[in-house]
């Protein structure tokens, strides 16, 4: 794990459960459980409010963790301004499981420049299927200017945890 990266991604979402009127409604019991520059994983146990008609977990609960997902991989790069989404993509492949379950994620930023970032994300069940992909776009630009940015610092770990074979999430 990398602790600066895992820092700054939980401040993120914690900033999200503070400011933002979705997630801290939806997504409250989502939790982060690791992060290096460029990749973040995250589960969340199903609840009820997570549920469709048919009891299963629902396609927009999914897609609201592909929005948070994106927005979580980009401040693994070193941004705590996540900039604003310009496409949001989900396909649905299997069951995300039903209440009392846990879902899993992994999302990466694919590409981080200073304009846009590309994330794409995988969920999958307690049975280790894949569940969903989708992929998220970022306009980045003016999350550049946030001066709780640490991109310089996340360059520099992720230097360090390449060169010790570290890596993971």
Request: charged fraction near 25%; glycine fraction near 8%.
């Amino acid at each position: 794990m990398s602790q600066k990266t895992f820092k700054l991604v939980n401040s993120v979402w914690k900033s999200f459960q503070a400011t933002s009127g979705l997630e801290p409604r939806l997504l409250n019991n989502l939790r982060i459980t690791d992060a290096v520059p460029g990749r973040v994983k995250f589960q969340l146990e199903i609840e009820r409010h997570h549920t469709n008609r048919l009891k299963i977990l629902h396609g927009g609960t999914i897609a609201s963790m592909v929005d948070l997902g994106g927005s979580l991989a980009v401040a693994s790069r070193g941004l705590f301004a996540t900039g604003v989404s310009t496409d949001l993509n989900v396909t649905y492949l299997n069951s995300g499981g039903s209440e009392g379950n846990t879902i899993r994620a992994e999302v990466e930023c694919d590409k981080f420049g200073k304009t846009l970032a590309y994330t794409n994300i995988k969920f999958y069940n307690e049975n280790n299927e894949i569940v969903a992909r989708g992929s998220h776009t970022k306009y980045v630009s003016l999350a550049w200017k946030d001066p709780n940015n640490i991109v310089e610092e996340v360059k520099a770990e992720e230097a360090a945890l390449k060169g010790s074979g570290e890596q993971k999430a």
